[in-house]
């Protein structure tokens, strides 16, 4: 096997970024108007948004690590729209509703590029399409569902359904069947636009921390408090964006969310590689699994190859295997060489993970706490890229106390009206028992073998139980 060159948390995007110089922690007492725990995607463009919208508010960032360094600066980068979980979307909310929230996640991805462009934000920002493709029968228009629902809401604007042969006029592959092609999407280098987000929030009057772990919160009718080792932050209004951690031993939210990893590795530049398989048009690829294989390509000609089939994480726990795991690295390297053959005997000179922040319905959501002062986004479930510009809209307004489109948004809910994941240790034993049932179930089925009876059957105790699993 190819063993990556450096195999580290934070991965190749943050080092090709240069994250610069750290910021001082939080040291003392501070008063604020808004204060948001978290510094990745959802904290900054929340801040953003506040910030565009009423200069004047006093907002505190803090961040426990380094801003940009948790999932939002080492992801796959790919921003997409909501469009493919429309029909999850529909379930949940009803069609008026959910189309309300499609539409402005659609508008999220553009949102993006502007900012990248007005701003002088250098993100590698790419509007060049979503291509799913399947690897086995079992995936063969998987998608349909999706599809129907958008063709019966009368979509005249339909995601493309393309053959085998259009399949490989976009990227070629002995894996690859057919396939569908979403047009709202783009991808970016993560940690780039996380970076430049934190500068121009930064340049807009919000106060960053890092290295300040909020370890308690007071939330109650007068107003919130949140400690770190070294200091306080009084506040109106309060925005967790503590994404994965708001799985953990202790958050309010622990029995709503789940915590997984993914998992990445990148190709030395094979730029001879890309023309040989005609990949040389920028789309974002995914296969059609529900422990989903993602590739991209950067501007060096390099591949980008992830894999959602990392271990599920105890607790919320850092720093394990959610971040560094050689045996989920080796699988995502055999994954990536088995759809590219030609990259066997290539160097991968990064390998690197993240947790991801599972909802029972695999779709985001703004938990309203009961104080009605206090905001949470989370479960993204591996999609927050594009949507977390438009999440950070809507806590923009919520903590504005606007009446808008974004406030009205149907997927900000009360905390108590999410749906509830299994609780610990059942949640950990069993996600694990499931994943590799679902780990075997799908390598057979690309293997053309019948899967084991066995693992057939535990790989769908998720949709029996209501939990939905994959895109
Ligand atoms: C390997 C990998 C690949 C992915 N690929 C994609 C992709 O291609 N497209 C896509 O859309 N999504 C992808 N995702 C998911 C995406 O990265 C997330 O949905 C998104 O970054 C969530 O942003 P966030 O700001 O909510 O959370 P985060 O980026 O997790 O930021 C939360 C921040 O809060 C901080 N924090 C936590 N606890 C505390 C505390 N107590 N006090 C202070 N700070 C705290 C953390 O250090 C972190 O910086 C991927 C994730 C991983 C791990």
Known sequence: MTEPVRHDPHGFWIAEAGAGPPLAPLEGDLEADVVIVGGGFTGLWTAWHLLGKDPETRV????????????????????DALWVSF??????????PATDVARASGESVHQIGEFAESEGVDCWFRRDGYLNVSTSPSQDFSWRPNVEA????????????????????????????????YREAATVQPARLAFGLRDRVAGRGALLFEHSPVRRIEDGPG?????????????????????????????????RVTLASSHMVVSEPVPDLLDEIGWTGGQAISDCRSLLNYFRTTPDGRIAFGWGGGRIAAGGRRRGTAEVDPAVIGQVVRNAISY??????????????GPIDASATHLPQIAVMPSG???????????????????????????LGL????????????????????????????????????????????????????????SDIPRLIGFHIGR
């Open 223 to 255: 107003g919130v408090a949140l400690f770190t080792p070294t200091g306080s932050v009084r506040a109106d209004r309060l925005v967790m964006a503590a994404g994965a951690m708001l799985a953990g031993i202790g958050s309010p939210l622990a029995d």
């Open 60 to 79: 505190v960032i803090l961040e426990s690590d380094r801003v940009g360094h948790g999932p939002s600066g080492r992801n796959g980068g790919f921003a």
């Open 340 to 353: 590219f053959p030609g990259l066997a005997g290539r160097r991968f000179d990064y390998a690197w993970g």
């Open 150 to 181: 958008m063709t019966r809401a009368g979509f005249e604007d339909l995601p493309k359904e393309l053959d085998h042969t259009e399949v490989e006029a976009i990227c070629s592959s002995p894996a690859f069947r057919e396939g569908i092609f």
């Open 87 to 96: 029909e999850r979307l529909v379930e949940e909310y009803g069609l008026g």
């Open 403 to 458: 009446d808008d489109r974004y406030s009205r948004l149907a997927l900000i809910r009360p905390a108590s009206a999410m749906t509830r994941v299994p609780p610990e240790p059942f949640r950990w034993v069993g996600g694990a028992v499931i994943r590799m049932a679902i780990e075997r179930r799908e390598a057979a089925e690309i293997e053309g073998r019948r899967p084991d009876p066995l693992s057939s059957a535990i």
């Open 373 to 399: 002062r206090s905001f949470a986004a989370v479960g993204y479930t591996g999609n927050g890229v594009g949507p977390s510009q438009m999440i950070g809209r809507a806590l923009a307004s919520l903590t």
